[in-house]
C-alpha cells in the first residue's frame, strides 16, 4: 500500500528524465521535462509561482520563486 502517492509519481518521474537525459544540463532542461513528465502522471504542475514574503503583516513581492509546485 502505497501512502504517499503523488510523491511515488514524483520521485518515478524525477529518475526517469535523469535517465533519458543523463547528467550536465541546464535546470530549465530538467525543470520543463519533470513538468511534462509529472503532468503524465497525473499530477498538476505549476512552474515558477511568485512567492510574497509577509513581514508583520506587510507584503513583500521579493522575487522569491518556487520552481515547480506539483500536487
Known amino acids: ?3 504517499y ?3 511515488s509519481k514524483a520521485i518515478g518521474g ?3 528524465v535523469h535517465r ?4 550536465g544540463l541546464l535546470e530549465s532542461v530538467y525543470e520543463g ?3 511534462y513528465e509529472l503532468g503524465q502522471r497525473g499530477l498538476a504542475v505549476v ?5 510574497p514574503v509577509r513581514y508583520k ?7 522569491f ?3 515547480m509546485l506539483a500536487g
Open 20 to 23: 533519458a537525459l543523463g547528467p
Open 65 to 67: 520563486r518556487i520552481d
Open 57 to 63: 503583516g506587510v507584503r513583500s513581492d521579493c522575487g
Open 14 to 16: 524525477a529518475i526517469e
Open 1 to 3: 500500500m502505497d501512502l
Open 33 to 35: 521535462c519533470l513538468c
Open 5 to 7: 502517492p503523488e510523491l
Open 47 to 51: 512552474r515558477q509561482l511568485e512567492l
